[in-house]
């Protein structure tokens, strides 16, 4: 326990401390991108003085080289210089090609009023003319860096919940694992002692159909524990018939369900092979057919049938039950997730790992309506 909530505290602290310096980042970021945007317009202010030097200096032999050399060295923030009239005079880091097209330049230039507010350049009051720019391409690419940012510490978190959300998974498993074998290993000793008092009993000349009953029984006992011994384990896979394995789960359950539920078995053919391991595919079976007779409350109709395609073996267990809705077809699978008052949740999800897991199959719910019935469809491959 000490443990667990140490790791939780640790979990919390890292991102915690993640977000802290994410947020310092992105502040800085924008800080940096105003002040960035400031300095590119003081330049642009700079400019505009250089300019207006230019226009308003009436004396033909005047050393025009400081405002030229400052016009000139604007050679990454794109502006055009218009009169007062609209009407486009000058332009500076725009495509050469393209501003050959009017359009293109009018383009740019309303762009550039809607970025930045216009800087006046006139010379006593006359002669004004307006400089409007937009950002330079550093500073755009600045504007995506917070973005970029964003994704990366959105990844990150991603990656530690699936780093986390997996240790979790396995533990689960692992502790389902532990229960079953410890389960099994309990469940052996009872055993023994049974079959030896069977012996007795037989020796007593008692009744051999109550012997044979005791014996069914304890079978069913060894059934379930060597069951619960293989899970956390890769069980053997042999060639078998999996219609004489599904009928074998099926009759077991309807002679002892009530009589009220109807059940019925089909198959397209008396011989379907495929890879399985008898006892836990048969605990596959016998959990869908419980949870159908639970569904019906002990009365309804509980259909199985098996049908032999080209390449799959397919089986469907449907009942008139209560149903579920269809949020529920996947969380029905989680280990814990039960709508059963009594339930652990254990059944389907150890049926979708023996499918998925050990028989490489499919197993799902192939509809279900409120009301009316559920559907539960197996695919397994055959050989």
């Known amino acids: 326990m000490k443990i667990f909530s140490n790791t939780l505290l640790f979990k919390r602290i890292t991102i915690f401390v993640s977000l802290i310096i994410v947020s310092l980042i992105l502040w800085n970021t924008y800080t940096f991108f105003q002040k960035f945007k400031h300095e590119e317009r003081i330049k642009m202010e700079i400019l505009a003085t ?12 005047a050393n025009v080289d400081l405002p030229l050399k400052i016009i000139e060295n604007n050679s990454n923030i794109p502006m055009i210089l218009v009169n007062d ?9 725009l495509d050469s090609v393209k501003a050959l097209k ?23 009051g006359k002669n004004k003319q307006f400089i409007y720019y937009r950002n330079s391409d550093l500073l755009n690419r600045l504007t995506y860096y917070p973005i970029a940012l964003i994704l990366i510490l959105v990844l990150f978190l991603s990656v530690i919940y699936m780093f986390y ?6 533990e689960t498993n692992k502790l389902w694992t532990g229960m079953a074998k410890e389960t099994a290993h309990q469940i052996g000793t009872p055993l023994s002692s049974l079959l030896g008092w069977i012996a007795i009993l037989k020796m007593e000349k008692v009744d051999d159909k109550y012997v044979d009953e005791i014996e069914k029984d304890v079978s ?22 999996v219609v004489a394995i599904t009928k074998q789960a099926f009759d077991y359950l309807e002679s002892r369900s009530s009589k009220q539920i109807s059940f019925s078995f089909i198959t397209t053919d008396d011989e379907i ?43 469907t267990i449907s009942d008139t039950g209560k149903g579920m809705p269809k949020k529920l077809f996947k969380q029905i699978f989680k280990p814990g997730f039960t709508t059963k008052k009594r ?3 254990l059944g389907l999800s150890l049926s979708k790992r023996i499918v998925s897991d050990y028989h490489k199959g499919k197993i799902f719910v192939q509809k279900s309506e409120i009301g009316k019935g559920t559907t539960f469809e197996i695919l397994l491959d055959k050989v």
């Open 273 to 315: 092979y495929t890879n399985l391991n008898t006892e836990l595919f048969g605990w596959v079976v016998e959990n869908l057919i419980k949870n159908a007779i639970d569904a019906m409350l002990g009365k309804g109709e509980l259909k199985l049938n098996i049908e032999n395609t080209s390449r799959k073996v397919k089986i």
């Open 220 to 241: 069913r006992l060894n059934t379930i524990a060597n069951r619960f011994s293989k899970i956390g384990s890769t069980p053997e896979l042999k060639k078998e018939n």
């Open 50 to 61: 250089a300019q207006k030097e230019i226009a308003s200096d009436t004396n033909l032999d």
């Open 343 to 345: 339930g652990w949740g």
């Open 165 to 170: 959300n997996s240790n979790k998974v396995a």
């Open 85 to 93: 009239q609209g009407a486009i005079e000058y332009f500076q880091n």
């Open 102 to 124: 009017t359009s293109y330049l009018e383009k740019q230039l309303l762009e550039m009023k809607a970025e930045n507010e216009p800087i006046e350049v006139s010379y006593k």
